[in-house]
């Protein structure tokens, strides 16, 4: 079965897949994802569309829709593919220029495992550990795939700018979010990425208009420049740069669209 992908839906689908408003019917995506190899997520469309999604709620069909979302939001760890463990070769304290030297030089090297670093040890980019606990980032789904994440992290702590031994600075990213920029198993790429603790702020030049700034620390709603430069928006130049939005909440799209954008672009 080949990747579903919003380029290879029939033109009815498509209008579907953009909400349009005379177009989508939640039953007949279902009905099409299901004669198309996909009867779990067409079962997901069917049970969302029926509100069935409540976290508190443990009636079978509830129960269902959340086996569902966590299996079908599986985002398998690029660093270890999914296992949740690294195999790791423990070799002398000697200086090797690689590992297949080190590997010719010390036959007798062993091999340990250890949880993967980047994913935890969950296998998954959108898993975590919290002490003992599992839990899952908080995803909004559409038409049966999950289009947005929130990830309650700090923006300095997803992105921030580092200097490398040549004293040269750089900006830098989290790996989760570059997992997340990623096309997923599933072939359908995430809308945006969402942070924990900025918001847009309302322009009193503008009103009704709300507004990002680059590069400004005594701001709360200053984004980095390499992040600002891929947000969309309506962008005006003076004394600082700023990029207006209608609304609060086109604001936040913008801005989680943009840490997408930037992760793809991301050179380590």
């Known amino acids: 079965m080949t990747a579903t992908t919003r380029a290879n839906l029939p033109a009815l689908v498509r209008r579907q897949w953009d909400r349009e408003s005379d177009c989508f019917h939640a039953l007949a995506w279902a009905e099409w994802l299901e004669e198309h190899g996909q009867p779990d997520r067409g079962e997901l469309v069917r049970l969302l569309h029926e509100g069935r999604h409540a976290l508190d709620c443990d009636c079978t069909r509830c129960r269902r829709s959340r086996e569902l979302r966590m299996r079908l939001s599986a985002w398998k760890c690029p660093e270890c593919w999914g296992k949740g463990i690294v195999r790791l070769a ?7 220029r ?3 030297e080190a590997m010719v030089a010390t036959p007798s ?10 994913c935890r040890g969950t296998g998954d980019s959108l898993t975590d550990r919290n002490g003992d606990a599992w839990f899952q980032y908080p995803l909004t789904w559409d038409c049966g795939y ?15 700018r580092s200097m490398d031994e040549n004293s040269v600075y750089h900006w830098r990213c ?4 570059r997992a997340l920029a990623q096309t997923p198993p599933w072939g359908v790429p995430l809308d945006g990425v969402r942070v ?12 009704g208009m709300w507004y990002w700034v680059k590069d400004n620390p005594a701001s709360l709603c200053s984004l980095p420049g390499p992040v600002f430069d891929v947000v969309d928006g309506e962008h005006t130049h003076g004394r600082l740069e700023l990029k207006y939005h209608p609304t609060k909440q086109a604001a936040a799209d913008a801005l989680a669209r943009g840490l997408v954008k930037f992760a793809r672009g991301y050179e380590r």
């Open 109 to 118: 090297f062993t091999i340990r495992e250890e949880d993967c670093a980047r």
């Open 146 to 160: 999950p289009r947005w994440v929130t990830l309650p992290t700090p923006l300095d702590q997803v992105i921030w």
């Open 90 to 96: 423990d070799f002398p304290p000697v200086n090797y």
């Open 98 to 100: 690689s590992v297949r």
């Open 196 to 207: 924990g603790d900025v918001e847009a702020s309302p322009s009193s030049d503008r009103p």
């Open 174 to 177: 989290i790996d989760r979010l």
